[in-house]
């Protein structure tokens, strides 16, 4: 089971919008709703911030949003912050080995 | 105020031992699922085991089979990753964390560094 494909950078400008995708397959992402995205700051601890595909975990602002359409799963930032600089990372179950796969990381810059 | 306090970690020589420990507080242990993620320096997250709320069952990665042992003890609200055999390939920061949502970690600790070399 690889790792689940996310591109490697993503940027845009205060009060803009950025989408990062997360792409698997029908035995991971496409399978299952149990996609789940994660934020990290530089030395600190995964933040959960999505999961269920499209579910925000309480004290997360609606500005970010999941979604997902066949393999492939998205979180949308919208209305950037500088706060929202940061490394996000997918997760999707797959029922199978290893039970819990990640996505590579996309690193969102703010301009 | 949940708290999940990662230890254990350090320098070990390849082929060598160690066990982590995860202590937490704030929150009831035994309701949830307990994963361990690693993160190789400037890599991205790795799962790496999980382990069912009363401890009968356990699931890890194959790069990890039949050298790490993740394990827990409710009543002393913690839980252990034993690691055998390592290789430089193990080097990490490892964190753990408690799948409070539907098959989501909600809850994670602020990891320990494990570093695998001669």
């Known amino acids: 089971q690889s790792a689940l494909t996310q591109p490697p950078s993503a940027s845009g400008s205060p009060g803009q919008s950025v989408t990062i995708s997360c792409t698997g397959t029908s035995s991971d992402v496409g399978g299952y709703n149990y996609v789940s995205w994660y934020q990290q700051h530089p030395g600190k601890a995964p933040k959960l911030m999505i999961y269920e595909v499209s579910k925000r975990p309480s004290g997360v602002p609606d500005r970010l949003s999941g979604s997902k359409s066949g393999n492939t799963a998205s979180l949308t930032v919208s209305g950037l912050q500088a706060e929202d600089e940061a490394d996000y990372y997918c997760?999707?179950?797959?029922?199978?080995?290893?039970?819990?796969?990640f996505g590579t990381g996309t690193k969102v810059t703010v301009l | 105020e949940v708290q999940l306090v990662e230890s254990g970690g350090g320098l070990v020589q390849p082929g060598g031992s160690l066990r982590l420990s995860c202590a937490v507080s704030?929150?009831?242990?035994?309701?949830?699922?307990m994963i361990w993620v690693r993160q190789a320096p400037g890599k991205g997250l790795e799962w790496v085991a999980n382990?069912?709320?009363?401890?009968?069952?356990?699931n890890y990665v194959d790069s990890v089979k039949g050298r790490f042992t993740i394990s827990r003890d409710n009543a002393k609200n913690s839980l252990y990753l034993q690691m055998n055999s390592l290789r430089v390939e193990d080097t990490a920061v490892y964190f753990c964390?408690?799948?409070?949502?539907?098959?989501?970690?909600?809850?994670w600790g602020q990891g320990t560094l494990v570093t695998v070399s001669s």
């Open positions: 964390a408690a799948d409070d949502l539907p098959g989501a970690s909600g809850y």
């Open positions: 382990i069912k709320q009363d401890g009968s069952e356990t």
């Open positions: 997760r999707s179950y797959t029922g199978s080995n290893p039970l819990y796969v």
């Open positions: 704030g929150f009831t242990l035994s309701r949830h699922w």
